[in-house]
């Protein structure tokens, strides 16, 4: 789009770029705007009214690890509802329902805002998905170093 300065490769970095001054709107993810506005950025936050989309976090154990049991325990933890409440503090939807609390920078329906993902038809588009955001964006995006 003519609008756009550049893609980047990084959730943060455009909203990272638009705190520092250097861009004067950057679409990135709300944890980092939330993060970097209570570190008294100046930044509003705005969100789509068409919907939310997700950020997902996840853990994982990899097959053959050294110290199965101990990422087994820690995959566990992260899990637990003794690790919601650590994530409590930074993350407005998290996935045991009734721990989060609201997030003072972002509206109190955030939930409610989150779009309805279809996973399984997102997957199986995955390449025509990425081939069309190619040819529709490529000419901007930022260069990876190789």
Not at 32 to 42: D, E, I, Y
Not at 109 to 133: G, T
Request: glycine share 8%; with cysteine; hydrophobic share 40%.
């Amino acid at each position: 789009h003519q609008n756009i300065g550049q893609y980047v490769h990084s959730g943060s970095k455009p909203c990272k770029l638009a705190a520092a001054g250097e861009f004067p709107i950057g679409i990135s993810f709300e944890y980092p705007a939330v993060q970097l506005k209570r570190q008294g950025a100046p930044l509003d936050i705005v969100l789509p009214k068409e919907g939310l989309g997700w950020e997902i976090e996840a853990t994982g154990v990899i097959k053959g690890t050294q110290h199965a049991d101990a990422a087994r325990k820690l995959a566990d933890f992260s899990a637990s509802p003794a690790a919601m409440e650590l994530y409590k503090e930074n993350f407005a939807v998290l996935a045991q329902p009734g721990i989060a609390k609201p997030q003072t920078e972002l509206p109190a329906d955030y939930e409610q805002r989150l779009i309805k993902n279809d996973f399984a038809w997102a997957s199986k588009n995955r390449d025509s998905i990425l081939a069309e955001w190619r040819k529709r964006y490529d000419g901007k995006s930022e260069k990876l170093p190789q």
